[in-house]
């Protein structure tokens, strides 16, 4: 019986891989890599195999997203489509697992227990749910976090998940600060958009400004390209401002990565991928 435990590069998931450190022997701890990941994440990784005192096996799909983006036919994945979630993260676990009976421990707290996070339908892998049985919400993540010496990513400066630097589930305050902190991998993920939106151009699927406002099947973010978006910088920032300041009024003496969760832009989405924001 193998026992596995997925760390996204978040909160939960990190504290899970803690918790059970000293509780389950012979544990194995992956991170399904995409090859899209933020920097802080990777870095992120690396100071917490040093809490666990051991590596952190990186999975990587056979394939990337170049491949999987051209098997699709160049659909971005969205909210509708999460193509990537099931080929480059999903798919790779179980093949990484195989046949072998393993118990997949799960970051799912006590505080968001309608929450789904990825429970797999092979019949040799069994979800547990520790933080959930043992009573453990977001303070006690943050309580184990803190004692341990591994705080937070970076990336929770600005940002409210972990995931792939061009993730669909992005507010529009979090492509500004991907513009801004990391511009080289903005500029990548406005180059695979244009490619689409070129694409079905050549395909004479209607006009650019009618496939850009047609939502996520021609662009990141609903409704507009990203070079809109970030033409809209100071009023996309604005509008978060208030909400960030909405949210600490409402509930006062919250860290940084609370207010941002919290603060919901009326153009954004609140929820996460499955597997990507634990």
């Known amino acids: 019986m193998r026992h596995v435990c997925g760390i996204s590069g978040g909160k939960d998931s990190s504290a899970l891989a803690v918790y059970l450190r000293d509780r389950v022997p012979d544990l194995e701890y992956f ?11 990777y870095e992120y990784l690396n100071r917490l195999e040093v809490v666990l005192g051991k590596p952190i096996v990186r999975i990587n799909s056979e394939r990337g997203f170049d491949h999987w983006f051209e ?9 509708q489509m ?10 790779p676990l179980e093949e990484w697992l195989g046949s072998d009976e393993a118990v ?3 970051a799912i707290r006590a505080d968001e227990q309608n929450r789904k996070g990825y429970v797999s339908t092979k019949p040799n892998i069994r979800a547990v749910f520790p933080f959930i049985e043992d009573g453990i919400d977001h303070d006690g993540v943050m309580r184990i976090l803190d004692d341990a010496g591994v705080g937070l990513p970076d990336y929770y400066e600005w940002r ?11 507010r529009k305050a979090e492509w500004v600060g991907l513009a801004e902190r990391h511009p080289e991998l903005f500029e990548r993920a406005v180059a695979i958009e244009q490619k689409v939106l070129t694409d079905a151009g ?4 209607a006009s ?22 970030i033409a809209r910088r100071e009023e996309i920032l604005t509008r ?27 153009d954004d989405d609140s929820q996460a991928c499955v597997v990507c924001a634990l």
């Open 82 to 91: 999460r193509w990537c979630t099931r080929q480059m993260k999903i798919k």
């Open 31 to 41: 991170f399904c890599d995409t090859g899209a990941e933020l920097p802080e994440t």
């Open 208 to 229: 650019y400004e009618s496939r850009a406002m047609r939502g996520r099947h021609y662009t990141w973010s609903g409704g507009e390209t990203l070079p809109d978006l």
């Open 104 to 106: 997949s421990y799960v």
């Open 160 to 170: 409210t998940r972990s995931g792939c630097y061009f993730c669909f589930y992005q």
């Open 71 to 79: 098997v699709f036919r160049g659909t971005l994945p969205s909210p």
């Open 240 to 266: 978060h401002a208030s909400s960030m300041e909405r949210a600490r009024r409402t509930r006062r003496n919250l860290p940084l990565v609370e207010v941002l969760a919290d603060a919901l832009d009326d």
């Open 202 to 205: 050549e395909n004479g699927d």
